[in-house]
């Protein structure tokens, strides 16, 4: 089973750009997918993105449609989440998490194999 972790994270204002990494451990990963997730203090923790893993082919929350980019490598069993034009609301801890699923979604509950995460904070 596969190892997460998640790096990248740190303060950055409003309207910047952060790129995240997060990196499968113990062997090449060969999963439906990867997702990323973030948790704002007080919230549930709620989906940002995930990307297919054969094909790349990404999908995005509405929230941060247009403004963050999921890509992946596979020979570095790695995948990313680039992060453009930050808002404040984007600040929570970030989590990666491996898809469960063949098909594409959004639930938190199709996820597993959660990395520790990385915290992003988005000053104003």
């Known amino acids: 089973q596969a190892q997460l972790v998640e790096s990248g994270g740190g303060l950055v204002q409003a309207g910047g750009s952060l790129g995240l990494s997060c990196v499968a451990s113990?062997?090449?990963?060969?999963?439906?997918?990867m997702g990323w997730f973030r948790q704002a203090p007080g919230k549930e923790r709620e989906f940002v993105g995930s990307v297919h893993w054969p094909s790349g082919r990404a999908r995005y929350a509405d929230s941060v449609g247009g403004r963050f980019t999921i890509s992946r490598d596979k020979a570095k069993n790695t995948m990313y989440l680039q992060m453009n034009n930050l808002k404040s609301e984007d600040t929570a801890v970030y989590y990666c998490?491996?898809?469960?699923?063949?098909?594409?979604?959004?639930?938190?509950?199709?996820?597993?194999?959660w990395g520790p995460g990385t915290q992003v904070t988005v000053s104003s």
């Open positions: 113990g062997g090449a990963f060969t999963g439906y997918g």
């Open positions: 998490g491996v898809r469960r699923t063949p098909y594409y979604t959004a639930s938190l509950e199709e996820f597993e194999s």
